[in-house]
């Protein structure tokens, strides 16, 4: 089955870090670039960062720049999202969404079902 | 507040047909394509339309895409309970050098 799964979501203190995983099954990660997507709760969608297939091109929203990083293991298909210094403003469910076109094309053909981080102390 | 701005709400009657907007700039919606999502309450949202006006395969003909200009447009035809959601615009945008969703709209069936 294709799908996205995400994990490593959780209760996390403000000021504290946490990774994010997503594992895709059901097709070869290394043909796609990757995205990370949040919403906070009765909020809407907000894109957090992208990466492509081989790692060389990443790019971030702009509030969420120099705190998050995107990475991707393509042999173990993985997809990682790190995030520093987080705040209750970071309490979303955070999506993994497959890339289906060109980067300038905002289009995500495959999401996962989401993984719930809350920053409370 | 987004860069690429939605009405919050939009409401009909089953068997009409709806337009939601989605208005941007030329370093977004005047240069580059349109998505636009789905989002059931409780799930992950889902592709309708790409490319401005593309439908993915698995998505039904009552969805539609358009765009003029700076502005966008998704049309639902012969409206139907199960289309109450939200619906987000995406677009990348060149000043910010990344994608950006409008704030959404939440459909009504009436």
């Known amino acids: 089955e294709v799908q996205l799964v995400e994990s490593g979501g959780g209760l996390v203190q403000p000021g504290g870090s946490l990774t994010l995983s997503c594992e895709v099954s059901?097709?070869?990660?290394?043909?796609?670039?990757m995205n990370w997507v949040r919403q906070a709760p009765g909020r809407g969608l907000e894109w957090l960062a992208y990466i492509n297939s081989d790692t060389s091109t990443m790019f971030f929203a702009q509030s969420v720049r120099g705190r998050l990083s995107i990475s991707r293991d393509n042999a173990k298909n993985s997809l990682f999202l790190q995030m520093n210094s987080l705040t209750a403003g970071d309490t979303a469910v955070y999506y993994c969404?497959?890339?289906?076109?060109?980067?300038?094309?905002?289009?995500?053909?495959?999401w996962g079902q989401g993984t719930l981080v809350t920053v409370s102390s | 507040q987004s860069v690429v701005t939605q009405p919050p709400s939009v409401s009909e009657v089953p068997g009409q047909r709806v337009t939601i907007s989605c208005h941007g700039r030329d370093s977004n919606i005047g240069n580059n394509g349109v998505a636009w999502y789905q989002q059931l309450p409780g799930k992950a949202p889902k592709v309708l339309i790409y490319?401005?006006?593309l439908v993915p395969s698995g998505v039904a003909d009552r969805f539609s895409g358009s765009k003029s200009g700076t502005s966008a447009s998704l049309a639902i035809s012969g409206l139907q309970s199960e289309d109450e959601a939200d619906y987000y615009c995406a677009v990348w945008d060149d000043t910010l050098n990344g994608r950006v969703f409008g704030g959404g709209t939440k459909l009504t069936v009436l």
């Open positions: 059901g097709f070869r990660m290394s043909d796609y670039s």
């Open positions: 490319s401005d006006d």
């Open positions: 969404a497959r890339d289906g076109g060109n980067f300038n094309d905002a289009f995500f053909d495959l």
